[in-house]
């Protein structure tokens, strides 16, 4: 019997989708330059259905990728050919709201938003918030390990993820936890899909602040702006976000959604403060003076709660406003310390010069998460490999300012070769026994995390040469 046959014995034909028209729907995530058709995909709606289907997939040795909301950046659910894709959108049930013990117990489908709608009656929320927050899901969040805006404060997916349940590559259902003498749930999340599946997520919820102050400054440059940030950080103050927009982004975003973003600034901070009342407000004076001494050309205090979504509607939008700007963008994701960042972007606005393409930058500036949107139009030949050589470039200047391959977006099936640049050999091997020892047969989402020979060694890209080679870095560093 056939591998799609057994799939619709197992889990229905109504859970199994393999007409060609179908199968396109799931070829790429966010990062639309990666793509593979996969043989077939199952849309399960229990526990007992994954499980049920990756039985399946071992029984006649196929690769399988689980599937989210397929807004990842990072290729990480590209399927792999002839592989099936796990679409777990039907798994979108609340299973639980534990308010006294702040845990909320959900399958992977459940969107981001979903989880603070759950509780706010309750007086909490969820932290990590993506951009993407309305429609990607706790599942995907968990694979990438994603951030967001306030996890400056509050910390990323890993830091609230309490328990999963995960189906391992043999069909069997297994309980992680935080507690015990290895943080098996910690190792999980981050993995990208490579260690399991998990169908069931207890997250953690936090109180809602009794103060948030959410404050705007205008400055002529990115690198007054990146000034300021490391100020405000060096001066003790943690806020709960510090995002920086760029020139480009702000005129696109305000185009866009009419926010009341500053047109004639180089550069913005959005700061939002949150904590008890006093602190706040000292706080709040503090990071004013700051910003002032730091050059700020106009800094503007949200009036109230509508002010205030007005703004971080103007930030969240930035990226689906770089449409209105250029036919297409590849989005780049990597980390520098706060102090190298007025650096980076200069570096990251000479690249932009010398390849002809123009970058918008709109990132987490409190913790030195980037995100270059690269322009081009795969309309003009020749233009779309100058945009991943100018990513490339611009992730090699993340690394050399003492930094990281990925803040959330994570490694997937676009950085992984790029993974020698940060860590050994060793290293690397290490990482290979700990996937193997989850994945034996290496059928969970292969070609993604981690590099092999036959993926980085065989193939020129932008990624084959190791950052540090180059001459004088080493020395630099």
Not at 423 to 430: I, K, L, N, P, Q
Request: some cysteine.
């Amino acid at each position: 019997m056939s591998l799609v046959a057994d799939l619709e014995r197992a889990l229905g034909a109504d859970a199994v989708l393999s007409e060609p028209a179908e199968l396109r729907t799931y070829e790429c995530d966010g990062l639309t330059g990666h793509r593979a058709v996969p043989r077939a995909v199952v849309l399960p709606r229990s526990t007992g259905e994954v499980q049920a289907a990756v039985r399946a997939c071992r029984a006649h040795g196929a690769p399988f990728v689980a599937r989210g909301a397929g807004t990842g950046l990072s290729g990480g659910a590209v399927p792999v050919a002839e592989g099936i894709v796990i679409g777990l959108a039907r798994m979108n049930r609340i299973l639980e709201v534990d308010v006294p013990n702040r845990r909320v117990r959900v399958q992977p489908g459940v969107t981001n938003l979903d989880v603070t709608r759950a509780v706010t009656e309750h007086g909490l929320f969820y932290a990590p918030d993506p951009s993407s927050q309305q429609v990607c899901t706790i599942g995907g969040n968990v694979a990438e390990n994603s951030g967001g805006a306030h996890c400056l404060k509050y910390g990323f997916t890993s830091t609230h993820v309490q328990e999963l349940l995960v189906v391992l590559s043999d069909g069997e259902a297994v309980r992680l936890e935080r507690d015990g003498p290895i943080d098996l749930a910690g190792v999980f999340v981050g993995s990208e899909g490579t260690l399991g599946i998990a169908t069931e997520i207890v997250v953690r919820v936090v109180p809602r602040p009794q103060r948030v102050e959410t404050l705007l400054a205008a400055f002529p440059s990115t690198d007054a702006a990146g000034e300021v940030v490391s100020a405000i950080i060096g001066a003790g103050i943690v806020p709960a976000a510090v995002e920086m927009m760029d020139a480009l982004t702000i005129q696109a975003a305000e185009d866009a959604v009419h926010a009341g973003l500053p047109r004639e600034a180089g550069a913005v901070l959005l700061v939002e403060l949150d904590g008890p009342a006093a602190e706040v407000a000292l706080s709040l004076r503090r990071v004013e003076e700051l910003c002032a001494a730091g050059g700020a050309t106009e800094v503007r205090v949200a009036r109230d709660d509508g002010e205030r979504t007005t703004l971080w509607y103007g930030r969240k939008a930035a990226f689906a406003a770089m449409g209105r700007v250029s036919p297409d963008y590849y989005v780049q994701d990597g980390v520098v310390p706060r102090t190298r960042l007025p650096q980076t972007l200069r570096r990251i606005e000479e690249l932009s010069q010398s390849y002809g393409l123009r970058v918008g930058n709109v990132f987490h500036a409190g913790d030195g998460n980037l995100h270059p949107l690269v322009l081009y139009d795969a309309g003009v030949e020749g233009e779309a490999e100058r945009a991943e050589r100018l990513a490339a470039e611009i992730l090699e200047a993340c690394v050399e300012a003492g930094g990281s391959l990925t803040g959330e977006h994570g490694i997937g099936v676009d950085k992984v070769c790029a993974m020698p640049w940060m860590f050994s050999e060793g290293d690397v091997r290490a990482m290979e026994r700990l996937r193997a020892a989850f994945d034996p047969d290496g059928l969970c989402n292969p070609g993604k995390l981690l590099p092999t020979p036959r993926l980085c060694g065989e193939v020129p890209g932008p990624y084959r040469r190791h950052p540090l080679e180059r001459e004088g870095v080493a020395e630099r560093l």
